[in-house]
């Protein structure tokens, strides 16, 4: 599904330029569960976000289902994420004035669903992460681990192609953190795609296949 190739991602700051990203050759297969690992400053975050289309590399070439990237305009890159992603963030990014559902609908009434389609649709993803009784909740009214699920409920409602995961349980106590694994365990079994970033080796666990970097090279797993 996702093919990297030499990819390079560097970063200016006057006259100098830092390296992050070293000529990173990766590979993923539809259906699989990454772990992105390693330590602090290795790259991980950021090789994830060359992979999502969140952010241009210096070089190098990412094939998504075939597709070239670096022929697609920033509005195809745009609409591609749209509609062929899902992303959860470690800081859930939630909208703070939009109820659960309205979070979660937001995206599809983006992609042109109309407001019916749309909510039914998210209420069924956040029913499917246990907060089916949440719905009208803002944000503020969640505690940490339930506003992680609406984020999760928000990335899965369109069934994405991928779902890209940035540290999702950094800000989670233990407990909350076994449920988001759960949830992404069972994703996983219905055949989800997933790509993860993560720091502890527990939750690693849950992935099929773990990817280590080193100061910006894959040091270990398959690619």
Same mark, same amino acid.
């Given at each position: 599904?996702?093919?990297?190739?030499?990819?390079? %991602?560097?970063?200016?700051?006057?006259?100098?330029?830092?390296?992050?990203?070293?000529?990173?050759?990766?590979?993923?297969?539809?259906?699989?569960?990454?772990?992105?690992?390693?330590?602090?400053?290795?790259? %991980?975050?950021?090789?994830?976000?060359?992979?999502?289309?969140?952010?241009?590399?210096?070089?190098?070439?990412?094939?998504?289902?075939?597709?070239?990237?670096?022929?697609?305009?920033?509005?195809?890159?745009?609409?591609?994420?749209?509609?062929?992603?899902?992303?959860?963030?470690?800081?859930?990014?939630?909208?703070?004035?939009?109820?659960?559902?309205?979070?979660?609908?937001?995206?599809?009434?983006?992609?042109?669903?109309? $407001? +019916? +389609?749309?909510?039914? %649709?998210?209420?069924?993803?956040?029913? $499917?992460?246990?907060?089916?009784?949440?719905?009208?909740?803002?944000?503020?009214?969640?505690?940490?681990?339930?506003?992680?699920?609406?984020?999760?409920? $928000?990335?899965?409602?369109?069934?994405?192609?991928?779902?890209?995961?940035?540290?999702?349980? +950094?800000?989670?106590?233990?407990?909350?953190?076994?449920?988001?694994?759960?949830?992404?365990?069972?994703?996983?079994?219905?055949?989800?795609?997933?790509?993860?970033?993560?720091?502890?080796?527990?939750?690693?666990?849950?992935?099929? $296949?773990?990817?280590?970097?080193?100061?910006?090279?894959?040091?270990?797993?398959?690619?």
């Amino acid at each position: 599904m996702i093919e990297v190739k030499n990819l390079v %991602k560097s970063f200016k700051d006057g006259p100098i330029e830092t390296r992050v990203l070293k000529g990173i050759d990766f590979t993923a297969n539809t259906g699989e569960f990454i772990a992105i690992m390693g330590r602090s400053g290795a790259g %991980k975050s950021t090789l994830l976000y060359q992979i999502s289309l969140l952010d241009e590399p210096t070089s190098g070439e990412i094939r998504i289902n075939g597709k070239d990237t670096r022929v697609m305009s920033e509005r195809d890159k745009m609409l591609f994420r749209l509609a062929e992603f899902g992303y959860v963030f470690q800081d859930y990014a939630l909208l703070p004035e939009l109820t659960a559902l309205e979070n979660v609908a937001l995206p599809l009434y983006m992609q042109g669903a109309s $407001r +019916a +389609a749309a909510d039914a %649709k998210a209420t069924v993803a956040l029913e $499917r992460v246990g907060l089916g009784k949440r719905l009208d909740n803002l944000p503020s009214q969640l505690s940490g681990g339930e506003q992680q699920r609406v984020s999760i409920s $928000r990335a899965i409602a369109h069934t994405p192609d991928v779902l890209f995961a940035d540290e999702p349980t +950094a800000n989670l106590d233990k407990e909350s953190s076994a449920t988001v694994m759960g949830i992404f365990k069972e994703l996983h079994k219905g055949g989800q795609t997933i790509i993860m970033v993560t720091h502890e080796e527990e939750f690693s666990r849950f992935a099929e $296949r773990i990817v280590r970097l080193d100061d910006g090279k894959i040091v270990s797993g398959p690619r």
